[in-house]
């Protein structure tokens, strides 16, 4: 782990740590701090925000490198939600030592397992996310599994026709308030079907708009946008987000913009799809009627208003993994929106965590994933992250 305390931090904790089936309940990070000039000898008093603190004695650090070992311990425990020690041997050297929950099969089965079917519920649906960090409360707004994607990875079985259904915007108001209401005063949702989880992983991070299908496709989507911020605003002690999940297609629309301004109105987020850098690949791998071009004028679009993530889901099709001209186009692709003036908060990574509709998909190796969070970061200048690959 060479390199800034940016780098060190995205390289060595990946995602949620509790998804990462193969922490232990203490994991040393090693970080090897970057010297300083000459004459900077002066020791500076560490921060100790966010759990970030020094837990044993050791020769002062120079205030470069405290600072270093501040931001990245900072960022670790933000992130992780949990303490983070830091531990020193030389002025040269630190460790930070992370306190980590056992392994967990309740835990690791929520993660992978999104059923929509919840209470009795019809829209409302609660799960434990990998890339939230936490309980997101997912709503449905593609009864009929409508989709202008037929994504060969998607787990939504889409056999059989379902006649569209129109969307009672109170009726999802009333079954997230019910949601709401089993989360305590620190936002930990205590819904039994979470019983057993710890409460560090079932902390409630967002409601997002989701679903079985492409959830901007339907008319009622300002509507619904519309409620869910006024429903954030009366429940400001939960503090949760608002996101949107979406393929990127229909971001041009006027009622779609709408509600995009609603969501981010307080506290929310977009996350938009990119998966391809070719034309080729793209209608292979999500094989949709709206071209490739059209969704990247989208996201410049977008990022020039909002601040936005990239969710990029990369897997093999019949044994083939994207070639490295692929690799090289998506990179491409990233570099022009981002120099369009389209600002990415992050670059979210990740292959298959649920059986997928066509057999002839597969996850792709962890080593593909880091390899190209590392480029992107090198190249494009974005932060990037892997989610749902276990060391």
Known sequence: MRGNSHSAS???FRGDPYTQSSFVRQRVIHCKLRALAPGREKPTPLASSYGAQFSDGGPPLRPFQAASVVRWATTVSVISGLPVFVTRHTSRIAKLLISMPPKDPD????QTHHPREFAGNTYAYPVISRRSGGVSFGVNLNLDKACNFDCPYCQVDRTGEKPRQAIVVPAIREELS????????GGVCRLPKFDGIPDAAKRLRDIAVSGDGEPTMVPEFPAVCAMLAELQGSRPELDFKLILI????????KGVQQGIDSLLAVRGEVWAKLDAGTE????????SKVGLDRVEANLVALGRRHPFK??????????EAPSAAEIDAYLERLQRIRASGAEILEVQLHT????PAQASCAPVAAGFLQGLAERIRAEAGLSARVYGIED
Not at 310 to 319: A, R, V
């Open 10 to 12: 995205t390289q060595s």
């Open 107 to 110: 835990l690791k089965r929520e």
């Open 246 to 253: 979406t393929n990127s297609t229909l971001l041009d629309r």
């Open 178 to 185: 019910r949601m709401l209401d089993a989360c305590d005063a």
């Open 280 to 287: 080729a690949w793209y209608q292979r791998i999500n094989i």
């Open 310 to 319: 990239i969710q990029s889901l990369f897997c093999t099709l019949d044994g």
């Open 352 to 355: 298959l965590a649920r059986k």
